[in-house]
């Protein structure tokens, strides 16, 4: 079963402050903020939704498609993929721009403030004929899955029309691109959505955006799943509420891939169709050993220490 990832494939400069954000904001200037933050640590890293998401799930034995848009410079991008088993073939290189970079600080208190250089980006994947031909080739593919991550516009709005059209089971993460997301943006995303994940203050946003409550959404929606940080995650079927637990992590060192990791755990649940229950707990795994390192790939296991680790944390077996 093919599992079609869109989203970004980017660069991520990393940067760590050795303090707090809330130490050298004054709110009372905030209408002229002008701030400097002197930085401990800096590293570069291949990132982006679809990248991060892509490179956990080939973790867990699965071979995913990435869909999404790269520039000139994806060359070791391409060939570190390529050995993590991921296809590379439904991504569009364009030849006029580079890959996109996020550039991204991070305090003690695990604030961040980024900012994202969008370049390839620009540029739909889906609209390049040689990936449109192979999208619409594996979309007819039995138990077919999507992923639409925060990405270029235009994929996310053709590839949920193209889901929901050959009735493809599909999730929307929509993640920091919520906030250019208008009301209809957002109705054609989810239109046909099996799932949708946000974080607490993802999810208030998209129900004042679409005005609408959460009762009246997971009537609409299979599956949301609202994630909580240390807290857990709270997964909503209908008027059930599931609590998710976390599985506590040996260190913190980074939380930025954590939530990508998570959606690699929930993506094989759909795949292997397990219980809610089983799903969730492989999704709060997947996630604490992205926080365990530092950059959004360079976490790292084997399929039987996984296992090892699963049992050794909640008890219970899981096939992989």
């Not at 970079?101 to 370049?119: E, K, P, R, S, V």
């Not at 990405?151 to 691109?177: E, F, M, S």
């Not at 959404?217 to 976390?246: C, E, F, N």
Request: net charge positive; aromatic share 10%; glycine share 8%.
């Amino acid at each position: 079963m093919p599992v079609l990832i869109s989203g970004s494939v980017a660069y991520d400069r990393i940067m760590d402050f050795p303090g707090k954000f809330v130490d050298h904001i004054l709110p009372d200037k905030i209408h002229k903020l002008n701030v400097s933050f002197g930085l401990e640590k800096l590293s570069v890293n291949f990132g982006g939704t679809a990248g991060n998401i892509a490179y956990s799930l080939s973790l867990l034995g699965e071979q995913p498609y990435v869909v999404s848009q790269v520039g000139t410079d994806f060359s070791s991008y391409r060939k570190w993929m390529k050995r993590q088993g991921i296809h590379t073939d439904t991504i569009r290189v364009v030849k006029t721009d580079v890959c996109p970079t996020a550039h991204i600080i991070t305090d003690l208190d695990d604030n961040q403030i980024a900012g994202f250089h969008f370049g390839a980006m620009k540029y739909s994947a889906i609209q390049a004929t040689v990936v449109k031909h192979k999208v619409q080739k594996l979309v007819k593919t039995k138990g077919a899955i999507g992923l639409l991550a925060a990405g270029n516009l235009d994929d996310l709005l053709q590839l949920a029309k193209l889901y929901t059209l050959k009735k493809v089971r599909y999730i929307v993460d929509p993640g920091q691109q919520l906030v250019w997301l208008t009301a209809q943006h957002l109705r054609t995303a989810l239109a046909g959505a099996d799932t949708l994940i946000v974080n607490d203050y993802e999810m208030d946003l998209v129900l004042k955006k679409i005005a609408t409550t959460l009762p009246k959404l997971t009537a609409r929606i299979p599956r949301i799943i609202v994630t909580r940080g240390s807290k857990g995650a709270y997964w909503y079927y209908g008027k059930k509420r599931l609590t998710m637990p976390v599985a506590k992590p040996k260190r913190v060192l980074d939380p930025t891939g954590a939530g990508d990791a998570y959606r690699a755990g929930v993506i094989m649940g759909m795949l292997d169709n397990w219980d809610p229950a089983l799903t969730g707990r492989v999704a709060a795994l997947c996630a604490t050993y992205a926080i365990e390192q530092y950059g959004t790939q360079r976490h790292a296991f084997s399929r039987q220490q996984f296992k090892q680790r699963f049992y050794q944390t909640f008890k219970q077996q899981v096939s992989l």
